[in-house]
């Protein structure tokens, strides 16, 4: 996409962290935002920033949780913002646990949150973008979607491998129809994430994150780079390009890096 300019976005989970930091970047760049979020003051004190610095932005309070969110959002960029360009499915929850005590509800909750909400969104979404013949798409995976470095989320890690699969796919499907895919796929950030996170099921683990050799970022800065990509028609937007020497790594002799990466984990959580 050449320009964002007077081009409308909608932006999911974009009353915090990763969404609001990129609601920011691209409304500075002029474009008009749909601040989606189920914290209604959260979108609400976006669209103040993005309005009082001169922007153009609407907050719809929705849970992506519902199949009928997306027609919502939808209809409501269509209706009062004039167009849809950019859709940006970005919200994620957390969860933590022993893969023996994390309960089959808590993995129903987690992939209808971070990915059956892609699913619905593609439902409502994909029709109008390839009948208008261009539009951007950008899906916010995880290092934790790239590479297993601990065994006490898998209901996240599964969720977000599979948003890379399918933001992979879709760039097979809709690049030559004129529509532009970007998974992102971040380390850590500086967000609230933390705050969604239940109690952990089971005996407490070690926290293990992806690696000591990732800085945790500013949202600021993924929000700039979210632009970058969606400007660039980049399809992998790592935030930290060094996540590429651990998956090299990987797909040079996988049973030796599990085999390392099964030490380093047993040894963190002894
Ligand atoms: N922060 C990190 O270190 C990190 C790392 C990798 C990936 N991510 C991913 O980045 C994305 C954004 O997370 P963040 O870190 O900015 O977290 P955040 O908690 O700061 O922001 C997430 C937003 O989503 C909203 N939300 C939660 N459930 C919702 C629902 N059902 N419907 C609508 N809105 C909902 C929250 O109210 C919040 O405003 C997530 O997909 C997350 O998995 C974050």
């Not at 976005?9 to 989606?36: E, F, Q």
């Not at 609407?58 to 409501?76: G, M, N």
Request: with cysteine; aromatic share 6%; hydrophobic share 45%.
């Amino acid at each position: 996409m050449r320009t964002v300019r007077d081009k409308t976005a909608v932006i999911t989970g974009g009353g915090s962290g990763i969404g609001r930091a990129t609601a920011l970047s691209l409304a500075s760049r002029g474009a008009h935002i749909v601040v989606a979020d189920i914290n209604q003051e959260g979108a609400r004190a976006v669209v103040d920033d993005i309005v009082g610095a001169g922007g153009a932005a609407i907050a719809v309070h929705s849970d992506v949780a519902r199949p009928t969110a997306f027609e919502e959002l939808k209809q409501a960029a269509l209706d009062r913002l004039g167009s849809v360009d950019i859709v940006m499915n970005n919200v994620g929850v957390l969860t933590r646990g022993r893969p023996d005590h994390l309960p089959a509800e808590e993995w129903e909750r987690i992939l209808t949150v971070n990915l059956l909400s892609v699913v619905h969104s593609n439902t409502a979404f994909l029709p109008l973008l390839i009948e208008q013949g261009h539009g951007h798409i950008v899906n916010t995976a995880s290092f934790a979607g790239l590479f297993t470095y601990a065994y006490d989320r898998l209901p996240y890690a599964a969720s977000k491998a599979a948003v890379v699969q399918i933001s992979e796919g879709l760039r097979l499907y809709l690049r030559p129809q004129g529509i532009g895919v970007t998974v992102l796929c971040p380390g850590p950030v500086a967000t609230n994430i933390a705050t969604s996170l239940p109690p952990t099921f089971g005996p407490a683990v070690g926290t293990l994150g992806p690696g000591d050799q990732f800085a945790v970022l500013d949202p600021a800065v993924v929000g700039e780079q979210v632009a970058g990509a969606i400007l660039d028609d980049t399809f992998m937007l790592y935030t930290d390009p060094q996540v590429r020497d651990v998956l090299v790594e990987r797909a040079k002799d996988w049973n030796a890096f599990i085999e390392r990466r099964t030490a380093i984990v047993a040894a963190a959580s002894s």
